[in-house]
């Protein structure tokens, strides 16, 4: 088992990274690779200053800003596990060649979800540390909750490498457009997680969506350990403390992967049922 | 067999090459659903945000009007930019410069069948967005406001033209690129909020693209507090455009002849592999 998992996550987080990177110098690919998650913080950063009367100080800016920031990770983990099966089975058109490798296919796109988790990190720090140097993101380097920090974030990580594993085996069944799936599920997340705003300024009929989101939870941790107290400009999840909202993010955490592995299963099977696991739509 | 030859070749290019692109809009009726949800919840996420911060009404239809547009800037970024790469990936770029056409013709063809497909979506986008978010429209001159959406609408899908000669010349970058040049174009060109903020320097520098001083004119006389707003009058910014939409139009020219040329004598142009 651990020799399967060996042959299939680090050749897949190693050749992720390579599709990742090896297109351009590394100059042009960290330029790449930044210039995306920061502008769109930027849009939020001109957005506040265009029309907020309590300026930059205000903790609602801090909130919209690390929300925006740590949200880089859904779309490069989550929707990138989607868009490595595209990309194997359309563009590069060797999935069937990793079907009859000997590596298990749900560990190998944990392994391309890492490779994205690696080049998501150095964006969400630099996002953040540029927020603290240009833009007054009242973060004090010594007042971080290092541990909460980065327990959410192993949480974090492992609950959206599990959303991405299910979008990618559903990803599997789909013959035409499938690249929307991920860009579909990263927008939907990123309106209910309460990301850039409360959850509360959505129509009540949709904000228990928001509740049920592992997202909306992890992004309230990190936003805890990185602001301390003032974390608390919108005070949707002021009733829980810190140790209930990590069990109820372990507990979604737990319940996708298990739902991960079961929607391989599925999808998996389906897929060899109807010819899709060299299905070529054309996208 | 009577052929057609040049003008009448020229038209009936055009219409061959955007029929798919219309007509496409009937056979895939998920990707429709998928291009409105996409923008429209990117643009509610935006109406949120300025509710969170309380800003006034005008500017939830800044915000609206800049989302609209995206369906417009994706358009020309995924399927006018990068659509040579596709192309060449697919096979179809060799017979392409094969034909006795013109790949200007074929270029003309994407923008016009793309424009019609970006337009179902904006409008669809604009009309729920409108209704669920009440923007309080104040339009001052219907005329104006179809004639500058008209021109940078040709500036824009000039540019297309123009990038699309220029991604051909790369490989895989075209798909970074075309990847890139999404947030960044938001932020530079203020889909979401007026780029007066920039200052007078930078904005100068954005109003390269298009679609900046197009949505800067169209806020001014969309909304009642849009001149407050403004970088520069409604007569410059149309000025601006049509000289950014010959301009365009003409580098777009110089460098599809330039690609011909590139693909005749190396001959490695259209190879899939590269």
Redesign the interface.
């Known amino acids: 088992m651990f020799n399967t998992f060996r042959r299939s996550f680090f050749p897949a987080a190693r050749l992720g990274w390579s599709v990742e990177s090896n ?2 110098d590394p100059f042009v690919f960290f330029t ?1 690779s930044l ?3 920061i ?2 913080v ?3 950063v ?8 309590v300026g930059i100080g205000s903790p ?1 800016y801090a909130y ?1 800003y690390l929300g925006n920031a740590f949200y880089i990770y859904v779309g490069a983990v989550m929707a990138g596990a989607s868009y490595s099966v595209l990309d194997d089975r359309e563009r590069y058109r060797v999935l069937k060649y990793l079907y009859i490798a000997p590596i298990s296919i749900p560990v190998y796109l944990f392994g391309r979800a890492a490779a994205r988790f690696v080049t998501g990190t150095a964006a969400v720090v630099i996002t953040v540390a540029a927020g603290i140097v240009l833009f007054q993101l009242p973060i004090s380097i010594s007042s971080v909750n290092w541990a909460m920090l980065i327990a959410s974030l192993a949480l974090g990580v492992v609950c959206l490498a599990s959303l991405g594993i299910i979008l990618g085996s559903w990803t599997l069944i789909i013959r ?2 499938p690249w ?1 799936i991920g ?2 599920a990263a ?2 997340l ?2 209910f997680s309460g990301a ?3 959850i509360t ?2 129509p009540p009929v949709l904000q228990p969506i928001g509740f049920v989101l592992p997202m909306t939870y992890w992004l309230e941790l990190t936003r805890r350990a990185l602001l301390g107290n003032g974390a608390t400009a ?1 005070p949707v999840m002021a009733a829980f403390d810190n140790r209930q909202l990590f069990t109820i993010l372990g507990a979604l955490t737990l319940g996708l992967s298990v739902l991960a592995f079961l929607a391989f299963g599925y999808f998996d099977r389906l897929a060899r049922e109807k010819g899709m696991i060299d299905v070529q739509s ?1 996208f | 067999m009577k052929t057609d030859t040049g003008w009448r070749l020229f038209v009936r290019t055009i219409i061959a090459r955007s029929y798919p692109r219309v007509i496409g809009q009937q056979r ?1 009726k ?2 429709i659903i ?1 291009e409105i ?2 923008p429209f ?2 643009t ?3 109406v ?9 009404q005008d ?1 939830i239809g800044f ?1 609206v009007v800049g989302g609209v547009m995206t369906a417009f800037w994706i358009n020309v970024i995924w399927a006018m930019s990068a659509q040579m790469y596709w192309e060449k990936d ?1 096979g179809n770029l060799a017979l392409y410069i094969m034909s006795p056409t013109s790949l200007m013709a074929v270029l003309l063809g994407m923008a016009f069948g793309g424009m019609f497909a970006s337009a179902i979506r904006a409008v669809t986008i604009l009309i729920l967005c409108t209704w669920l978010f009440h923007v309080p429209f104040a339009v001052s001159s219907y005329g104006s406001l179809i004639g500058i959406f008209a021109l940078s609408m040709v500036a824009l899908y000039g540019m297309g033209m123009l990038f699309a000669s220029v991604f051909l010349l790369w ?3 075209a798909w ?1 690129l075309s ?2 040049l ?3 174009v ?3 060109s ?5 780029v007066r ?1 920039f200052g007078l320097a930078m904005a100068l520098v954005v109003s390269l693209i298009p679609l900046t001083l197009g949505l800067d004119a169209m806020r001014q006389i969309t909304f009642s507090s849009g001149r407050a ?1 403004r970088l520069f009058s409604v007569q410059s910014e149309i000025l601006a455009l049509a000289v950014l939409s010959v301009t365009l139009f003409a580098a777009a020219k110089y460098w599809l002849v330039r690609m011909e040329r590139i693909a005749v004598n190396e001959g490695t142009l259209t190879d899939r592999r590269r």
């Open positions: 297109w351009a790449f210039l995306k998650p502008a769109g930027l849009i939020l001109f957005m506040y200053q265009a029309v907020s009367p609602t919209i035409s457009q929307f860009e579909a927008g939907a990123y309106l850039i705003f409360p300024l959505l919108f054309d | 895939q998920t990707w998928f949800l996409l919840v990117s509610s996420g935006y949120f945000v300025y509710r969170a911060m309380q800003a006034p500017y915000a697919s490989g895989r970058e970074q990847s890139m999404q947030e960044p938001y932020f530079l203020g889909f979401y909020f007026p903020n707003v």
